[in-house]
């Protein structure tokens, strides 16, 4: 089945400047990337996702890019502000599955 | 769209009693997934179906648990007898035929005491 690693665990940065979170996958099989950002208290939320024909997509301050032949996929904020700090999820899916892989998470804390 | 609705919101009980959580998925969304939340496993799948039907439950952790959908608007998961170890937050998510996107309710906040 398909495994999902992220890192960091834990991000800070300062508002304003850029936050990277990267995603790894090990079946190739998989074509469904997506993100969620969970706060606290409630469930995860989607917020941009990527199918694997296409290396990069793009949503205001949020964008994702994806590279098949490593299997590694990032989530990129720019211009962070502070409604950013939540923990975000990357997973993996599709390619004839009906579910989706988690990675474990990471929180990302924008420091004022 | 009212969302994923999960009831109850947190759930206190000691343990050895019986525990019922609830999901109502989106209308029209055909999956129906099961999800448990804890600091140290993240999210793990433990059962999905599909038109009422469950396809894999094999992130079950034992048969103290069980997890049934009766009809297209309405499923629970059930543990009996809970322990200690199942307290974690569980979330219900549904999507449709032909879509990727999972959509999560709110959880359930469950202490086993």
């Known amino acids: 089945g398909e495994n999902v690693e992220q890192h960091p665990s834990t991000l800070s940065v300062q508002e304003g400047d850029s936050a990277v979170i990267k995603c790894t996958y090990s079946d190739s099989a998989s074509n469904y990337f997506p993100w969620y950002k969970q706060e606290l208290g409630k469930g995860p939320q989607l917020i941009i996702d990527i199918r694997s024909n296409v290396g990069e997509k793009k949503d205001q301050r949020i964008a994702v890019t994806l590279n098949k032949t490593a299997k590694h996929f990032s989530l990129h904020i720019t211009e962070t502000q502070p409604e950013d700090s939540a923990v975000y999820f990357c997973?993996?899916?599709?390619?004839?599955?009906?579910?989706?892989?988690f990675g474990k998470g990471t929180h990302l804390i924008i420091q004022p | 769209d009212a969302g994923v609705i999960q009831s109850p919101r947190h759930e206190v009980t000691e343990m050895g009693q019986e525990v019922t959580l609830r999901c109502k998925p989106i209308s029209g969304h055909d999956y129906l997934f099961w999800y448990r939340q804890t600091m140290m496993r993240g999210l793990e799948l433990l059962i999905y179906?599909?038109?009422?039907?469950?396809?894999?439950d094999s992130g079950m952790p034992e048969d103290r648990f069980s997890a049934k959908m009766p009809n297209a608007s309405f499923s629970t998961l059930k543990i009996q007898p809970s322990e200690p170890r199942d307290s974690a937050v569980y979330f219900c998510?549904?999507?449709?035929?032909?879509?990727?996107?999972?959509?999560f309710g709110p959880g359930t906040r469950l202490t086993v005491l």
């Open positions: 998510a549904s999507r449709p035929t032909g879509g990727n996107t999972q959509y």
């Open positions: 179906f599909n038109n009422n039907v469950p396809i894999d």
């Open positions: 997973a993996g899916g599709g390619g004839g599955a009906d579910g989706l892989t």
